[in-house]
């Protein structure tokens, strides 16, 4: 085993003041004025980061892992996109069409033939690979090809599906409308639709519309005479949605296609109940109700000789194509009634119930309506009426694609219904055609890091989170927090290197994930701005930190902050994404309270990214740049100005609740301490209150002669220099909760400890010792007294105290993956050494515990036997010189020659500092303890030497006395006449031990009775086998001062 530490490898103290001086009596609040010890703040924060950098370089592969998250996420992302648009957004329907040169029926190669236009109905076995294009695409095809000359198609109006029609109108698509007058409104609303009407006039339009279409190179363009349905004076409606655009028009495509006329017009035409019908059919039979037998049969000789193409029209090729698909589309004739309703309240009302997704009235079947108007004072002055239609899923965002809506016709049809109202019967305004603008050819390719961008990067750039709070929480819970505190670590320099670190752990991660996501070109990185970027990721990385900070006040197991903190990654990633995006997209005021959850705030700001990375990327442009922050609906701004706030919001609670929660980082303090400068009487009063209910449970025993010069001594103490810890009526009071009473947990405690003295603890559990080591080190706020520790007061100067204190705690608290010498040197540098001074301290002090050789001290503690870290606990006590030290059980779990070994070293360190020792091993504080004090519901009983203690207070010898089978009687026979008042206190097999008073006999007097004893030689002797006497011990004089107060265990 190493050699005890000798005097001169512990540096000597240096005296508290500088030359002899008379102290001043201590008045509260106030402390001597005594040279400065300890760090300053740089080397504290010096110290500090130097043991981070250490420790982090241990754990370099969690760190490593950590940051090939961002890597991972992104892969992923890159990964799915990659397998999206390779295995699924591949083949026929994600390009544009091309020719079929073998159409084959039922996919036989001998029956085949080469489509000229339109695509193949059957199976296609061979296509071109030169002639794509529009005409042989589908309505899907067609959104991919280039488009340079777009056909102008007729405005067509969105009807429902006849089996989601409204009841009681089906199969008829219904047309509501409202209006403060309800005669104009019904006017209004019965010219909405044109009535069948066919003339020369409109048949020269339609030939004259198709000859400018054929001389302009509309066949050899590609494009369809859609216009023509128009020109004819037909009014249409569609159930087949817009997709992407009307490069083609998917009501022609599909052919679900209706005619619509006023109510009862079908009948008229004869075509009630008929679908399917062909346009030339429709026509004829417009021509017919609307003319003369003759002039009826003049105008369909017209049309015949219109769309055969004979008159003017080139013959065959592709305008006679494109007309023979225009005339040869089926439609079904519908009628569309209109209802009256009496506000647009009962109109939205009838709307939003007639949705296949409301749940009006319990029902849930789809009621559906053509159109609704409100004319509200619309009259032959004012024109003013509001359209209804479905915008349910409104415009593009980056988890859907655009939704278009047949809007013009209905426009149109209120345009025209205003007119033949007000201007004439006959007047009209009709819209020919819409068109698309000219594109050209596309390819489509899904955006996963827009699509699932604010999903996967909530979840990547909170990943840090639980980080953070793990490491601030597991610090607290397993009280490495208070121990660096207790060695002069300030909060300032914690939180500002802890801060620090996290800072430059975020921006690394951050760095690999812009940089990696950049790299592989997702656009959610590419497209938006990098600088607006930045400012996002770098407020929410502040804020992030920050709000950990503020979580760690909450709680004190790091598990249980760990679980809580993933929940908040996920959890706020999946709501956002669930829930939170479709508001955005509405950007509704409350989101702004939403976003004040810091997690929701970055939500929103990365889909504003991925709003504009898919805009950026169908528009072919970039995405969000400063010039974009001020947007309709860009929310960005909004969130960096909370951030920002609350930034500095969530560190100053976190300031304020660390004082206050005070979870394992010292001292609870008021919640109104920062209010101490005007509290100070209240402060007084309640003590005074809590002292005054205190006075009522039942009073201790009264003071003992040596505590009560103690007490003494304490008050006319006029040298504070020689008496590193004084402590004067320090008193602890918890008050009473549910209608409990107080509890009076010290109750009056002064005490002095000189330099160079080793001063023990003793009591039961509960007896009040470790309340008043709390107080001194500044765990507890006193309820009344105070104590100097090297002059500074424990109400107030805690901050200075610490810097002179060194602490064994009763469980080591250590860093697993640190060295012995490593700890050593942190602690070191807390206390102010440096250079030289701290290389010879920390070899000392582990040479003196026997953790020097064969490089011990270098081994990292999680390779520590339990007696090795208990040493190190040792050692790292006494670093740094501190005046005074705390010893809490400081040989538990030592073998009988170590812990020799430590009582050496702890009796060479004593001079120059005070130390107190609280252990339950009486042979231990035999050992070190100059004095000795019994702490026993919650006062000194006594108090001094050991010796003195075991003399003064024994006031009996114990004997022991083994005498022959059955002759037990006659042995306590004998030791009742040697001493009337003896106590038996342990009898078995002939073995008896007694406590005889020192009043009633001595030494001398039991060595003659038992020689006399042992030479008699009569019949009825006594068989001595063995005897013995000795003086009581220090345990059995604790355990009688413990019996006699009635101590319970259980603190």
Known sequence: MGQGLPMSAIPTATPLVDGPRKAQPCQPGEAVSLAGRGATFKNQARALFRKNAVYQRRNWCSNVCLLSAPIFFCLLLFGIQIAINKLLLTGDDYACGCKCTQCCYQG?????????????????????????????????????????????????????????????????????????????????????????????????????????????????????????????????????????????????????????????????????????????????????????????????????????????????????????????????????????????????????????????????????????????????????????????????????????????????????????????????????????????????????????????????????????????????????????KMHGLGDGAYWLVTYTWFSVLYIAYMAVFIAFGSLIGLNMFTKNSVGVQLVLYFLFGQNMIAFAFLLSCFFTSSKTATIFAYLVVFGTGLIGSLLLSRLMADDLWYMTLVQLVPSFSLFRGLYEFGEYATLGTYRGMGGMAFGNLLDAGNGTVTVWAILFAEWFVFMTLAWYLEQVFASGTGNRRHPLYFLDAFRKDRKAAANARLNAAASKVPAGRGLADDVAAEHTRVDSLTDYGANPIIVRDLKKIYPGQDGQPHKLAVRQLNLAIERGECFGLLGPNGAGKSTSINMMVGLLEPTHGTALIGGYDIRTDMAAIYTLMGVCPQHDLLWETLTGREHLLFYGRLKGLEGKALVEAVESGLRGVNLWNNGVADKQARAYSGGMKRRLSVAISFVGDPLVVYLDEPSTGLDPASRRNLWDVVKASKAGRGIVLTTHSMEEAETLCDRLG?????????????????????????????????????????????SPSARLTYSVGGTLKFELPTEEVSLSSVFAAMAAAKGDAGPDALTIVDWGVANATLEEVFIKFARSIGAKAGE
């Open 108 to 484: 036989n190669p001998n029956n085949c033939t080469a489509i000229t236009s339109g695509t193949c109905p059957y199976v296609c076995l061979e296509k071109s690979t030169t002639e794509c294009g529009i005409r042989y695409s589908t309505a899907r095809q067609a959104y991919f090809c280039a488009i340079p000359h777009p056909s102008s198609w007729p405005a067509v109006l969105q009807v429902p599906a006849a089996s989601d029609r409204a009841e009681p109108w089906r199969p008829d698509p219904v047309l509501l409308y409202t209006g403060r007058s309800r005669r104009t409104a019904d006017a209004l609303s019965a010219n909405l639709l044109p009535k069948p009407a066919a003339s020369v006039s409109s048949f020269m339009a339609v030939r004259e519309y198709v000859s400018h279409w054929n001389q302009t190179g509309g066949p050899a363009r590609g494009a369809v005479p859609g216009e023509v349905l128009s020109l004819m004076g037909l009014t249409l409606g569609t159930s087949a949605k817009i997709l992407a655009g009307v490069y083609v028009e998917t009501a022609l495509a599909k052919e679900q296609l209706y005619a619509l006329w006023p109510a009862g017009t079908c009948e008229r035409l004869n075509l009630a109940g008929r679908t399917n019908v062909t346009l030339l059919e429709m026509v004829s039979a417009m021509v017919n109700t609307s003319n003369s037998a003759g002039a009826a049969a003049a105008l369909n000789r017209q049309l015949a000789s219109l769309v055969s193409g004979a008159s003017g029209a080139a013959e065959g090729g592709a305008e006679a194509e494109a007309l023979a698909a225009i005339t040869s589309l089926s439609m079904n004739c519908t009628d569309v009634p209109s209802a009256f309703l009496a506000s647009a309240a009962e109109i939205e009302q009838r709307l939003y119930c007639g949705y296949f997704q409301s749940r009006c009235g319990g029902g849930s079947g789809p009621q559906q309506l053509a159109a609704a108007y409100d004319w509200k004072a619309t009259d032959g002055r004012r024109f003013e009426p509001a359209v209804f239609y479905n915008d349910t899923y409104g415009l593009a965002t980056s988890t859907q694609a655009t939704v278009y809506q047949r809007i013009p016709a209905a426009l149109n049809l209120a345009v025209n219904g205003w007119m033949r109202t007000f201007v004439g019967a006959n007047a009209s305004a009709n819209l020919v055609g819409v068109q698309e603008a000219p594109k050209s050819a596309s390819s489509v390719t899904l955006d996963f890091s827009a699509l699932l961008g604010p999903l996967f990067f909530t979840w990547v750039v909170q990943m840090l989170l639980p980080v953070f709070l793990m490491q601030l929480v597991y610090e607290k819970e397993k009280r490495l927090r208070m121990m660096m």
């Open 934 to 978: 019994i702490f026993v519901d919650g006062q000194l009983v006594c108090i001094g030497n050991p010796k003195e203690i075991t003399s003064r207070y024994g006031g009996y010898l114990v004997m022991t006395l083994t005498v022959a089978a059955g002759q037990e009687s006659a042995a306590r026979a004998l030791v009742a006449r040697l």
